[in-house]
């Protein structure tokens, strides 16, 4: 392991991120491969007097606090995926992709409330909460972790505690470097996945008809709809490039070979309303196996400056949804790239007694939205239509937020309530006394205050 500085070999490695919209600047970075390398990563942060924080990928760079006198991790743990299928349980490595992770766990039937994209880290993922188009059948990702093992501030490998693991799973970070993950998994035959796309004009028919299948959707359906405004690039279908269009796409699971049809009937009683609405202009949803699930939602493959803003709303009722098409539909200007909502309810909403500090999500809609500078308008058109958006959607504004959507650090953001904060500094003060952690933590998710 060796920790470098800015401008020696190493350090750009250890800082890349997948998010482009903050780069990380810090004063020292590693990348550790083995619980020794992070204990002498510890040493050393101690040594210098520097906090310590930890990344897998970047894909939350911007929602993470701006780091300067640091020592910046990342976690490519060495090892692979372990499943044990008989306790349909999956252990994971630090710095493992979810992609790797679907991949070993469909070789025994069984699938995982994975992200959209198969290169979104397993661990930053989990400990956010992590909203999976299995969410409203299996609830929060981070309900599905079992244990956790990490390098506390003293240099110790624990596998957590009852306390220690209730505050890892969405208590918002800061409590030491984790090395591994064991994960929950369950039967998954088939999904009946894609994305169906029509032109922008038709969206406000389309969006107030989804929104009326989302009153009373079974369970083992989680979709998304959204306004894309693709440019034409190789990569883009030319027919999501001549102007912008409403997306829906999701998942709609069935367990077992036998529960196919059903799925299928519960995803046209979604499609085929919006079908006669108007003919889409790209329509890919078909059944598959879970592996393809990870290719629904058109994620970019590779590092990306997104400028983007998050919320979790109450029911819009006819009157949100038209406030929201205002200022991201056709004919509104929107230089977002992807805006729009995504379904929650179901098991996102149910409290899980045995989950973690966040275990559910009291909202209906997670709203997401963002513009990529160059491709979709220019920075300061993006900017400038956060603000506009939210202001649009206040009214159904929940006050709290996602902790894996949230898109920068300086935007407001909870998803604790202060009671469940004090629990989890508890736990803090236990494992990090002296706050070397303490940058890491997200704003709202402790009442310490930050070194820096
Ligand atoms: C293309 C794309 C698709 C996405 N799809 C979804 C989705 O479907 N659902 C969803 O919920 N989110 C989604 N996200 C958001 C994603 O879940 C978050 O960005 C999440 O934080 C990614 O985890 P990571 O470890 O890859 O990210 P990182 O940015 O590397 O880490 C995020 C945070 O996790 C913590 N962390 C990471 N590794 C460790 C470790 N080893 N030890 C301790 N703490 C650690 C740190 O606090 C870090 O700041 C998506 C993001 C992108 C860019």
Redesign the pocket.
């Known amino acids: 392991m060796r920790v470098a500085r800015p401008g020696e070999p190493g350090y750009d490695a250890a800082t890349a991120?997948?998010?482009l919209a903050a780069i990380p600047e810090p004063a020292a970075a590693a990348v550790v491969r083995t619980v020794e390398e992070v204990r002498q990563a510890i040493r050393f942060a101690r040594r210098e007097g520097l906090p310590v924080?930890?990344?897998?990928?970047?894909?939350?760079?911007p929602?993470?606090r701006p780091m300067r006198e640091a020592l910046l991790l990342r976690?490519e743990m060495t090892g692979t995926v372990e499943i044990d299928s008989d306790r349909r349980v999956a252990r994971v490595p630090?710095?493992t992709?979810w992609g790797a992770v679907v991949k070993a766990a469909a070789e025994h039937g069984l699938s995982v409330a994975h992200?959209?994209?198969p290169?979104?880290?397993?661990?930053?993922?989990l400990?956010?909460?992590?909203?999976?188009?299995y969410g409203r059948h299996v609830g929060l990702?981070a309900n599905s972790v079992r244990a956790v093992e990490?390098v506390t501030a003293d240099g110790e490998l624990r596998r957590a505690d009852a306390d220690l693991l209730w505050a890892l799973r969405g208590g918002g970070?800061?409590?030491?470097?984790?090395?591994a993950v064991e994960v929950g998994l369950f039967p998954v035959a088939q999904v009946v996945t894609g994305a169906a796309c029509w032109p922008a004009r038709h969206a406000p028919e389309l969006l107030r008809a989804w929104r009326a299948w989302t009153l009373d959707a079974p369970d083992e359906a989680t979709t998304t709809v959204r306004i894309l405004n693709l440019p034409d690039l190789p990569d883009v279908p030319p027919m999501l490039s001549a102007g912008p269009v409403l997306c829906v796409d999701g998942a709609v699971l069935a367990g077992t070979d036998d529960d196919v049809p059903t799925a299928l009937a519960q995803a046209d009683d979604l499609l085929g309303p919006l079908r006669d609405i108007a003919e889409p202009v790209l329509d890919t949803w078909q059944t598959t196996a879970p592996a393809g699930l990870l290719d629904t939602?058109m994620?970019?493959s590779d590092p990306v400056e997104?400028i983007g803003d998050h919320l979790l709303l109450d029911e819009l009722g006819d009157a949100g949804i038209e406030a929201l098409l205002k200022v991201i539909g056709a004919g509104s200007g929107s230089p977002l790239i992807a805006a729009g909502l995504r379904q929650l309810g179901g098991a996102y909403g149910r409290p899980d007694p045995s989950g973690g500090a966040l275990n559910a999500l009291n909202a209906r809609y997670a709203y997401s939205g963002g513009g990529v500078p160059g491709l979709s308008g220019t920075r300061e058109q993006i900017i400038g239509r956060l603000p506009v958006v939210r202001a649009a959607l206040a009214p159904w504004d929940t006050g709290r937020t996602?902790?894996?959507?949230v898109e920068r650090f300086d935007q407001p953001q909870g998803h604790l309530d202060a009671a469940t904060v004090t629990a989890v500094d508890a736990v803090r003060a236990r494992v990090d006394p002296d706050g070397l952690f303490r940058d890491?933590i997200?704003p709202g998710a402790t009442h310490r205050t930050a070194s820096s």
Do not use: I, N
Not at 402 to 405: G, H, L, N, Q, S
């Open positions: 991120v997948f998010s924080r930890v990344h897998t990928t970047g894909h939350s760079a929602a993470a976690t630090a710095g992709r992200g959209s994209s290169t979104v880290g397993v661990v930053g993922y400990l956010g909460g992590g909203l999976s188009f990702a990490l970070g800061g409590f030491g470097v984790v090395t939602h994620d970019p997104v996602a902790p894996t959507f890491d997200m």
